[in-house]
């Protein structure tokens, strides 16, 4: 369900492929990788400003 909100959406492309058993590949789309590269920034920055011991929640997280 999930991949196929994803094809939807442009993010990625499924592929079928003819082989018995059929098997089924799906790749990234341009628009899916400009996602991947800014969700790997944003793991990139919360390792970054991850502060250890604060119950995994650090200043940059805290709205109260």
Not at 55 to 64: D, I, P
Request: charged fraction near 35%.
């Amino acid at each position: 369900e999930r991949l196929s909100e994803l094809e939807k959406k442009g993010i990625i492309e499924r592929r079928v492929l003819p082989q018995r058993p059929v098997r089924v590949e799906y790749t990234f789309t341009e628009k899916g990788w400009e996602l991947y590269r800014i969700l790997n920034e944003l793991a990139e920055w919360i390792k970054k400003y991850h502060l250890p011991g604060e119950g995994g929640q650090t200043e940059a997280y805290n709205v109260s």
